[in-house]
């Protein structure tokens, strides 16, 4: 092979591009790892998606970039477990990220992001229906008509700067504000 080679490998969230001047090489993204060779003016291209990123039945497990994730609201999104949606919000702090279910345990149809982000004050999250408030972390209610009781958790996960669900209570989760836009 005399020509240089660009190969573009494009992921959930990002590319990747590698030059090769050999026979051979391989591009990897966040999601899989292509192995390549070229010769005789034919260039083949195989590989594997990682299944870390998915369930058994192959749907998607990631949810979002971290950088998406804001600090001073939520990001609203469904999971589906089957044919059965459930709402949950996201809020980052630093590096971290916690969910909830989109609902406030004092009337649990009102939910804390109605779709623009759910309010957060002084650190906790308030429901915008009768004020109640939040802590962060472990979703208890530490004032409010329904103190004591906590949003429910849903399990997620941060890694290489993205965010996947790791509930097994669902199937897959999709963002509702890339679904509305
Ligand atoms: S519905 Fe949330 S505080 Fe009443």
Same mark, same amino acid.
């Given at each position: 092979? +005399?020509?240089?080679?660009?190969?573009?490998? %494009?992921? @959930?969230?990002?590319?990747?591009?590698?030059?090769?001047?050999?026979?051979?090489?391989?591009?990897?993204?966040?999601?899989? +790892?292509?192995?390549?060779?070229?010769?005789?003016?034919?260039? +083949?291209?195989?590989?594997?998606?990682?299944?870390?990123?998915?369930? $058994?039945?192959?749907?998607?497990?990631?949810?979002?970039?971290?950088?998406?994730?804001?600090?001073?609201?939520?990001?609203?999104? $469904?999971? #589906?477990?089957?044919? #059965?949606?459930? =709402?949950?919000?996201?809020?980052? =702090?630093? $590096?971290?990220?916690?969910?909830?279910? @989109?609902?406030?345990?004092?009337?649990?149809?009102?939910?804390?992001?109605?779709?623009?982000?759910?309010?957060?004050?002084?650190?906790?999250? &308030?429901?915008?229906?009768?004020?109640?408030?939040? $802590?962060?972390?472990?979703? &208890?209610? +530490?004032?409010?008509?329904? #103190?004591?009781?906590?949003?429910?958790?849903?399990?997620?996960?941060?890694?290489?700067?993205?965010?996947?669900?790791?509930?097994?209570?669902?199937?897959?989760?999709?963002?509702?504000? %890339?679904?509305?836009?």
């Amino acid at each position: 092979m +005399t020509d240089s080679v660009r190969v573009t490998l %494009e992921g @959930n969230d990002d590319a990747t591009s590698v030059t090769v001047y050999g026979d051979e090489g391989d591009v990897s993204t966040d999601d899989a +790892t292509f192995r390549f060779s070229v010769g005789d003016g034919a260039e +083949t291209v195989s590989g594997d998606a990682a299944p870390a990123d998915e369930t $058994e039945s192959g749907a998607p497990r990631h949810i979002a970039p971290l950088a998406d994730v804001p600090t001073d609201g939520t990001l609203r999104c $469904e999971a #589906r477990s089957g044919d #059965r949606g459930t =709402e949950l919000i996201l809020r980052r =702090e630093g $590096e971290a990220v916690s969910a909830w279910r @989109n609902s406030c345990p004092h009337e649990p149809e009102v939910r804390l992001d109605p779709g623009p982000g759910a309010i957060v004050r002084d650190d906790r999250l &308030v429901c915008h229906e009768h004020g109640a408030r939040f $802590e962060c972390g472990d979703g &208890v209610c +530490t004032a409010g008509p329904c #103190r004591g009781d906590a949003l429910e958790s849903i399990a997620v996960a941060v890694r290489d700067g993205a965010v996947y669900l790791t509930d097994d209570r669902f199937d897959s989760c999709r963002r509702l504000d %890339e679904a509305t836009a």
